[in-house]
């Protein structure tokens, strides 16, 4: 399975246009709410600040909400382990899997004693994140 | 200039920007009032909206990834595009069951039926392929074909509410997505153990019985099912499991059931081992023991052991090792593989505890048995 997205186009740039002017607007307004308070204006400023952070809130959240969805369109390929052991002597390998393997399958010959080893496990590791413990 | 208006919520509204928030605030209050459940209805659809795209390129990757797996393994002189096709739109009735009386029977032929269809079809687009390849192939197509239908579903939703504008449609899909892209994503995530045969979760039992059973003689008992004779603890154990490494479930049901009459009845106890889902919050790879007969899938094979073990009154124990549902169809994780010893410990130690020396005991490793011989 490939493991990148085909190259869809999911937000146009006339979008992201859109969301670029909201963002100089609200940062006009932001200024233009400071100068207000700064000239005494408290009213006219308070306006000015509640357009411009509420705009501006907006348009982030927009933005990154586009942004969001591209990794979310791909499959993380897990990285597949193989361990060979020997019975005999408990000699232990492990290394990356390859095709073919598969569990209690005769390895090769084991390189301390002789012995044919065998494939005692095939796995994958998962990291997983710090949770909450209830 | 502007006539006095009462204060408003931000202060006097006595300038033209004063005015202009008042008058957006009405604006906001009509339009959520009169608009305001189909605003709700626009941002469930566009959820959906978003969750369906992400099932279209599953569903596409399922599909480009059967029809290249097809091509390296089968080496088919056709083109197999449209029989991969035609295979992902394939249906199975179950039967009516207006009379339940006997309708296990008719579901085992309906499952056989598909089984010997879905195996033909795969012979016929892989022709160079073995048939631990075929089987392989089959439990890929079929996850192709799950994540198919998954995709033609919440569309069938997502358009028809489109179309109704209607809450009730939309907010049925909606309510079942995230567990529906959990199911879709487990799936998705199966289809490389299939590519490349790998051990999946599901196969934590077989795994458990493999282990057991490596190093003694076997044979084949039922339908893809090995047995074999292991002296364990003073006991004799016949343990089974589905015949690997390919991609099988075998028919255990089958299986345990011509042990149990070719010793006449005369099993002391019988141990059933599967991968069952946890519940969040649980850690992979716990272990729980119980009584019953731990056989997932249709329920057709638990039917049987159920009913021969009722007949001769055969006590049933089982083991159950813990897993999501996407760890039971993605590549084995570690600590179930971990797990698969400590279940054999306990299984020693439940036939210690349970039966006496020179009793026979069934073992029974349930599960695909994916890149797990034996």
């Known amino acids: 399975m490939s493991e990148k997205a085909p190259p869809k186009r999911i937000s146009s740039s006339f979008f992201l246009a859109i969301i670029f002017i909201v963002i100089a607007l609200s940062v006009i307004a932001l200024f233009q709410g400071m100068t207000a308070f700064i000239d005494g204006r408290i ?29 979310q369109l791909m499959i993380e390929p897990e990285r597949v382990s193989t361990t060979i052991l020997c019975n005999k002597c408990g000699f232990k390998n492990l290394r990356d899997f390859q095709r073919g393997d598969y569990i209690l399958k005769e390895a090769e010959p084991c390189p301390k004693c002789n012995e044919k080893m065998m494939i005692a496990s095939i796995y994958r590791e998962v990291k997983e994140k710090e949770k909450e413990s209830f | 200039m502007f006539p006095a208006v009462p204060q408003g919520l931000f202060g006097n509204p ?3 920007l004063g005015w202009i928030m008042q008058i957006a605030w009405l604006l906001m209050f009509m339009v959520m009032i009169f608009w305001g459940q189909r605003i709700q209805m626009l941002t469930m659809l ?8 992400r099932l279209e390129f599953m569903k596409d990757e399922g599909r480009k990834t059967a029809i290249s797996t097809i091509k390296e393994i089968g080496k088919p002189k056709e083109d197999p595009t449209a029989r991969v096709d035609q295979f992902l739109e394939y249906v199975a009735f179950p039967p009516v069951d207006l009379d339940p009386s006997g309708i296990v029977w008719k579901l085992e032929h309906v499952l056989d039926v598909r089984d010997i269809r879905f195996k033909d079809d795969v012979k016929r687009m892989a022709p160079e392929a073995s048939e631990s390849q075929i089987n392989n192939l089959e439990n890929m197509l079929e996850a192709a074909l799950l994540l198919n239908i998954i995709h033609k579903v919440v569309r069938h939703f997502y358009l028809l509410g489109k179309k109704t504008m209607s809450l009730y449609i939309i907010m049925q899909v909606q309510m079942v997505l995230p567990l529906l892209m959990q199911e879709a994503k487990a799936i998705a995530s199966s289809l490389r153990a299939f590519t490349y045969e790998q051990p999946i979760g599901d196969g934590a039992g077989a795994l458990v019985a493999a282990k057991l059973m490596y190093g003694h003689e076997k044979s084949k008992i039922a339908k893809d099912i090995v047995m074999a004779k292991v002296p364990l603890e003073g006991r004799t154990a016949y343990v089974l499991k589905a015949e690997g490494p390919g991609g099988n479930v075998g028919k255990p049901g089958d299986a345990i059931k011509r042990i149990i009459e070719e010793n006449d009845g005369k099993i002391a106890t019988i141990i059933t081992v599967d991968a069952a889902q946890k519940l969040e919050g ?3 790879g716990e272990i729980a023991e119980g009584i019953g007969v731990a056989i997932g899938g249709p329920g057709v094979d638990a039917y049987k052991v159920d009913e021969t073990l009722l007949k001769h009154k055969i006590p049933m124990d089982a083991l159950i090792i813990k897993e999501s549902l996407g760890d039971s169809y993605a590549q084995m994780r570690k600590e179930i593989v971990d797990a698969a010893d400590v279940a054999i410990e306990r299984i020693k130690r439940l036939i210690l505890e349970r039966t006496k020396v020179g009793d026979s005991v069934i073992i029974a490793g349930i599960g695909n048995t994916v890149g797990i011989g034996q």
């Open chain 1, 43 to 71: 009213n006219e400023g308070s306006y000015y600040i509640v357009i411009g952070l509420g705009s501006l809130a907006l348009s982030a959240f927009m933005l990154f909400q586009t942004k969001r969805a591209m990794p």
């Open chain 2, 14 to 16: 006595q300038d033209l």
């Open chain 2, 46 to 53: 566009r959820e959906v909206g978003g969750s369906l795209k």
């Open chain 2, 282 to 284: 649980e850690k992979p």
